[in-house]
Nanobody, 115 residues
Framework: QVHLVESGGGLAQAGESLSLSCVAS????????MGWYRQAPGRQRELVAV???????DYADSVKGRFTISRDNAKNKVELQMKSLKPEDSAVYYC?????????WGQGTQVTVSS
């Protein structure tokens, strides 16, 4: 089992920055992908950014150029730096990890961006 704990998020005004952090514990070796998803009220959960164990990253088109995902394998940690935030970035952000085809989720952290 992989246990994920998120921190960060909160309130920001449009144009400001926030960061999210997620630490994995438990069976953490050979975690393949780690990433962030988000879910706004009334909408489906969507991928924000994902990073492989080797550091290759991919982003949703809506956040490219504004968000940066990074991973520290030694600390079992993944971070999301969010810049130039927009009100449409408001959502609950979930940390995600994939290991041998099993997917694990954090409890979620709220990000609210006011205009």
């Amino acid at each position: 089992q992989v246990h994920l704990v998120e921190s960060g998020g909160g309130l920001a005004q449009a144009g400001e920055s926030l960061s999210l952090s997620c630490v994995a514990s438990g069976t953490t070796w050979n975690i393949n992908f780690m990433g962030w998803y988000r879910q706004a009220p009334g909408r489906q959960r969507e991928l924000v950014a994902v990073v492989s164990e080797r550091g290759g990253a991919d982003y949703a088109d809506s956040v490219k150029g504004r968000f940066t995902i990074s991973r520290d394998n030694a600390k079992n940690k993944v971070e999301l730096q969010m810049k130039s935030l927009k009100p449409e970035d408001s959502a609950v952000y979930y940390c995600n990890a994939e290991r041998y085809g099993e997917y694990y989720w954090g409890q979620g952290t709220q990000v609210t961006v006011s205009s």
